[in-house]
């Protein structure tokens, strides 16, 4: 049977953007998609901007999500943190989990990975689990020894109810920001690993809905290619999403072939 996993394309914006310059992106960036009709798109700002965007955003085929989402459900003493509940308050719908940046700069875990996505998940937020090895592991014939680490670790015992509610970002970290995005085929036959880890962990029918996206320097000259292989059903994309018109062709690749 042939899957019908429904592509999304999410733009993860980092630390970039103060409130006024998201809603000006977001006044360009609606017309260009409003005809979007094979995908889900995504936007990911800054906490600080996620209400703003969120209600701008509102009615249309635009959803927002957070770029990362604290471990302990709350409320409580958690300076500094927020919480999915937060998160949804403010009008956001997904969040992002486990990002290589993430875990490369603020001691992100494949443990606090796994509390995170129950923590989103038990407020009905989607998680998009990032996975993804560093160049050293690429070189040394070992990304699916690495990425299968974080997959049994970061989605340990949850239920095929949870896994069935996430979404996973292959993104290797020597792609990311750098310009050299994976080839298809390299990608390509990451995702098919994942999901065949996903068929061993929650069986068939969670593996065949799982989408599962690339991240790694995408670009509108890139995605099409990208989005050609079967197991590639997305694309979360860094510096290519900070810009409404170039966001926009990515968001549109089928017609920018
Ligand atoms: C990212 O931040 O998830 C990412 C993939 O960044 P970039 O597209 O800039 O490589």
């Not at 999410?10 to 006024?20: C, D, H, L, S, V």
């Not at 471990?71 to 997904?94: H, L, N, Q, W």
């Amino acid at each position: 049977m042939q899957p019908t996993r429904r592509p999304l394309i999410a733009g993860n914006w980092k630390m970039y953007k103060t409130i006024p310059e998201a809603l000006e992106f977001v006044r360009a960036f609606k017309s260009l998609v409003v005809a979007a009709t094979h995908c889900d798109i995504l936007i990911a700002p800054p906490f600080t901007a996620i209400k703003a965007v969120a209600d701008r955003v509102e009615g249309s085929n635009i959803a927002v999500g957070a770029q990362d989402v604290a471990a302990e459900a709350g409320p409580g003493a958690f300076t500094g943190e927020v919480s999915a509940a937060m998160i949804k308050d403010a009008g956001a719908r997904y969040a992002i989990i486990g990002h290589s940046e993430r875990r490369q700069y603020y001691g992100e875990t494949d443990k606090s990975v796994n509390r995170k996505i129950r923590a989103a998940d038990g407020e009905g937020l989607l998680p998009i689990v990032c996975v993804g090895e560093p160049l050293e592991d690429r070189d040394a014939g070992r990304a699916e020894e690495f990425v299968d680490r974080q997959l049994a670790e970061g989605l340990r015992n949850l239920t095929v109810e949870e896994a069935a509610r996430i979404i996973i970002a292959y993104e290797p970290i020597w792609a990311i920001g750098t310009g050299r995005t994976a080839t298809p085929e390299t990608a390509g036959q990451m995702h098919a690993f994942i999901r065949s880890r996903i068929r061993e962990m929650f069986g068939e029918k969670v593996a065949e809905d799982l989408r599962i996206l690339y991240g790694g320097s995408v670009k509108p000259a890139n995605i099409a290619a990208l989005m050609n292989e079967a197991d590639i059903d997305g694309a979360l994309v860094g510096g290519a999403s900070l810009e409404a018109e170039t966001f926009g062709r990515l968001v549109n690749y089928k017609e920018n072939r």
